[in-house]
């Protein structure tokens, strides 16, 4: 009796550690979603390679610094059914064709879009059958000059994630190709990638990890070779990479309850990243973003600096972008912001995870530097011989001379461009444009002043009068010219006065060294 009572013993402790098996349907299905924690870098330092039968893994001292959620969808709610079916030519079983090729997508990544140009909504379209899991086709749109399209890149080999049923000593490998060609969306690059990738379920036993113990999983181990080249304006640049992932399965989870990617670097393979099955936990907020460029120019002919700013922030459930400049505040993850403005801005941006109690909230100031390189914001003002002439003429500029003598007083009527002083004094010009205000020096202004204002620069127009070409001539470069009426009224930039009425013209001079006006007269 004694006898047969250790022989039951042994029978039930070999069945509780006999190796699992891991069935397709085993695997995620549609509208099932996973929170995944990713682990501190500390826990890169770990033994992953250590493996064997029967064997215990234990990493419950990995710690996770944040968390996200894997959701696997229903590929019609993907966004890419009717563009694939379009490159496809199916029309009228669009749908048919549709669900014999995807019955599982999942996000790769949000994407982003910098200064009109980027990929974003990337989903990954897959098979799930009985024997295989293939990855087929990638969903995204892209953007570029600012415009939006979908398009989908198709698998000429579909790559095989994995065969099932899934048992200790299964080794296979598979190959995969796919093409890209971004030129007809306007965008001169062609992307073509082979890859090879091999499975081996090389070991199995028990795995702790924070979330909890697994009492029958299986250890694979991925090597995936990827060859790409990259063609850009006809030119080529390949590359080969080769990634190791060891995984981790239980059959009560529809993905990998542990999964350590790492990169083979000069025959040593390096862990980058550490993730793992888990529960929602209150993980300490952390906000970080950047921007591009890092030093905008205002563009006159725009009006404005583009800024696009990237959201690097991890363990939040909502955010506020402040932008510094008194506009609306946007919760957009990576926006694109309009500054109106020359200036240093203070952008703010604030998280929040409202999953812990009470709220856990944290925030990043930096700075942005808006320069005009152009000079469209400029205070400076030209004395003419009969006029003061404001020489910022940027669209939607309002103008409001003052009275320096009179503790800058506005002068009456005085909202034009150009000024006609009816006294010799000091005056100085406010310039309102986007909303943001500005004012001159104050000025000397000399009625009746018979002097040309030539700074010694010896500039030189001839005829004067004149029937309409002019010849002006200069010691330095001359950078632009432009010629006004005697109201102040904005005529041309081209010294030819052919198409205009007899009168006298004012023709403002701007050069390396400064500004002149000359007055010419039309005959």
Not at 23 to 40: G, H, P
Not at 56 to 66: E, F, H, K, M, V
Request: with cysteine; net charge negative.
């Amino acid at each position: 009796m004694k006898q047969i009572t250790i022989y039951l013993l042994l029978l039930s402790s070999s069945c509780f550690f006999a190796q699992t098996t891991y069935l397709s349907t085993d695997y995620a299905a549609q509208n099932e979603s996973f929170i995944v924690s990713t682990a501190t870098p500390a826990g890169l330092a770990l033994d992953f390679v250590q493996t064997g039968t029967n064997f215990n893994w234990d990493y419950s001292t990995l710690t996770p610094a944040s968390q996200e959620t894997v959701l696997y969808q229903n590929p019609n709610n993907a966004g890419y059914k009717n563009i694939w079916c379009l490159f496809n030519g199916y029309i009228l079983n669009c749908t048919s064709q549709f669900n014999n090729n995807f019955n599982l997508a999942t996000k790769l990544g949000d994407g982003l879009v910098l200064q009109g140009f980027g990929l974003t909504n990337i989903i990954d379209h897959l098979k799930l059958t009985s024997t295989m899991l293939e990855d087929k086709m990638i969903g995204a749109s892209i953007t570029f000059n600012g415009t939006t399209v979908p398009f989908v890149a198709t698998f000429q080999s579909p790559d095989v994630v994995y065969q099932f049923p899934m048992n200790f000593n299964d080794n296979y490998t598979n190959n995969s190709a796919l093409n890209l060609d971004l030129t007809p969306f306007g965008v001169p690059v062609q992307i073509a990638s082979t890859g090879q990738r091999t499975n081996l379920v090389e070991g199995w036993g028990s795995l702790v990890t924070p979330f909890g113990t697994y009492a029958n999983v299986l250890k694979m181990k991925t090597t995936l070779v990827s060859n790409v080249t990259f063609t850009t304006d006809g030119t080529p640049q390949q590359t080969t990479t080769t990634t190791i992932s060891y995984k981790w399965f239980d059959p009560a989870y529809g993905i990998p309850v542990l999964q350590v990617d790492g990169n083979q670097v000069a025959g040593q393979w390096i862990p980058t990243s550490v993730s793992y099955f888990d529960i929602q936990r209150c993980l300490v907020p952390n906000a970080l973003f950047a921007f591009l460029p890092v030093v905008a120019d205002f563009d006159p002919v725009a009006n404005n600096a583009s800024v696009s700013f990237v959201n690097a922030s991890t363990n939040y459930d909502t955010l506020t972008w402040n932008f510094g400049d008194g506009t609306a505040t946007s919760s957009v993850a990576n926006p694109t912001h309009n500054y109106t403005c020359q200036g240093t801005y203070d952008v703010t941006l604030t998280i929040v995870n409202a999953f812990c109690s009470p709220d856990e909230t944290d925030s990043l100031t930096i700075p942005v530097t808006i320069t005009d390189s152009q000079n469209a914001f400029t205070t400076s003002v030209t004395v003419a011989e009969t006029s003061l002439i404001a020489d910022r003429d940027l669209a939607g500029t309002t103008y409001q001379w003052l009275d320096c003598d009179a503790n800058n007083a506005p002068i009456n009527g005085a909202t034009s461009q150009v000024f006609s002083p009816t006294a010799a004094g000091n005056y100085a010009v406010q310039l309102t444009t986007n909303g943001c205000v500005s004012v001159s020096n104050c000025v000397e202004f000399a009625l009746l002043s018979t002097t040309d204002f030539d700074y010694s620069q010896n500039i030189s127009i001839v005829p004067n009068p004149t029937s309409g070409l002019l010849t002006i001539s200069s010691l330095v470069e001359i950078k632009e010219i432009a010629v006004y009426s005697v109201l102040g009224e904005f005529i041309t930039n081209k010294p030819d006065l052919s198409d205009q009425a007899r009168g006298l013209y004012f023709i403002k001079i701007s050069t390396e060294t400064g500004t002149v006006i000359k007055k010419v007269i039309k005959e």
